[in-house]
């Protein structure tokens, strides 16, 4: 299988027969043996329902059904499961994302690009309500993970397929796949994709998603700089709350041994002797942190690294040969 097209749906069965339609016009010309996994995320509606009508007639097409809504991430997770190309894409299943720009995706993975990402450029969405939050959401995600692309939010992408093979995604990550993919050390382009009008439909989507987008970041960045070695976060933090409470209580101890002046009205002696705690208690948390790393990768045999290619490795050979 050369390519697998992993489009989410829910509640959406006013675009379905739409959407196949444009899928397999936009793929039918590219000689590429695919299949177009949908995958129905527990909808209310007569998706689930038209999707089976659209496998009975068409065999590239993969329907998988939820037994409840579990969101968009676990969508994208269940058909990077079940996918069988050795290129992926993902794509919206409301008919914004235009599938005749896959092409161009394929295209950029084929320059030597392990992920291509669309950038909706020109997006036909409210100003207020969408534009403008998700810049400022992209701004803030580029800053934090180093990964800087313009449109975190499109989900028009494309992966080779060990890309997706090796990372696991939880609440809301879907949107952090590049980022989370950056510790492989893999080649991102960004591609500018054609956004189009929402026709049918209701967006799934709004500004009160923020809160769990903003903790999801807190967790990727986490993961890229520290998931290793949570020491040196917990540690450096438990350095600098132990050594302000100790030079807190310094202060007080020279006030009281060498200029007489009484503690019994002074908070602030409470307070260093509760930031030495803390101290301790975040260098402990760091170490305990260490110890449940070393036996999730130990356990899992999980590596903490990912290798490319292996050129002219033959058989280990004797000193006399």
């Known amino acids: 299988m050369d390519l697998s097209v992993v489009v989410p749906i829910y509640n959406e069965a006013e675009n379905i027969e739409a959407l196949h339609a444009d899928i397999t016009s936009s793929l039918e010309g590219l000689d590429?043996?695919?299949?177009?996994?949908?995958?129905?995320d527990g909808s209310r509606d007569a998706s689930f329902e038209l999707l089976r009508e659209v496998a009975g007639r068409d065999p590239r097409a993969v329907v998988i059904s939820f037994r409840k809504n579990?969101?968009?991430?676990?969508?994208?997770?269940?058909?990077?499961?079940?996918?069988?190309?050795?290129?992926?894409?993902?794509m919206d299943g409301d008919l914004q994302n235009d599938p005749r720009d896959i092409p161009k995706l394929l295209s950029k993975l084929n320059e030597g690009y392990d992920i291509a990402a669309g950038w909706r450029f020109d997006r036909q969405d409210a100003f207020l309500s969408r534009k403008l939050p998700s810049r400022l959401a992209n701004g803030l995600i580029s800053r934090i993970t180093k990964v800087e692309l313009h449109d975190y939010g499109c989900t028009l992408k494309a992966f080779r397929r060990e890309v997706v093979q090796n990372i696991r995604l939880y609440g809301e990550m879907h949107r952090f796949i590049p980022a989370i993919a950056s510790w492989m050390g893999v080649k991102i382009a960004e591609v500018p994709v054609n956004h189009r009008a929402r026709q049918a439909g209701k967006s799934k989507y709004g500004i009160g998603r923020t809160p769990k987008v903003i903790l999801d970041l807190i967790t990727v960045k986490f993961l890229l700089s520290y998931a290793t070695r949570p020491i040196q976060i917990f540690g450096l933090w438990g350095l600098?709350?132990?050594?302000?409470?100790?030079?807190?209580?310094?202060?007080?101890?020279?006030?009281?041994?060498?200029?007489?002046?009484?503690?019994?009205?002074?908070?602030?002696?409470?307070l260093a002797v509760m930031l030495i705690f803390i101290g301790v208690q975040l260098i402990t948390m760091g170490l305990l942190g260490e110890m449940q790393v070393r036996i999730y990768h130990e356990a899992q045999h999980k590596p903490i690294y990912t290798v490319r290619e292996i050129i002219n490795r033959g058989e280990p050979k004797s000193g006399g040969s």
């Open 240 to 270: 600098m709350t132990g050594a302000a409470g100790f030079l807190l209580a310094l202060f007080y101890a020279i006030e009281r041994l060498f200029f007489g002046v009484p503690l019994s009205n002074k908070p602030g002696l409470f």
């Open 70 to 90: 579990f969101g968009q991430t676990a969508a994208m997770s269940a058909g990077f499961d079940h996918c069988r190309g050795r290129l992926v894409v993902t």
């Open 32 to 40: 590429l043996a695919y299949e177009i996994i949908y995958v129905d």
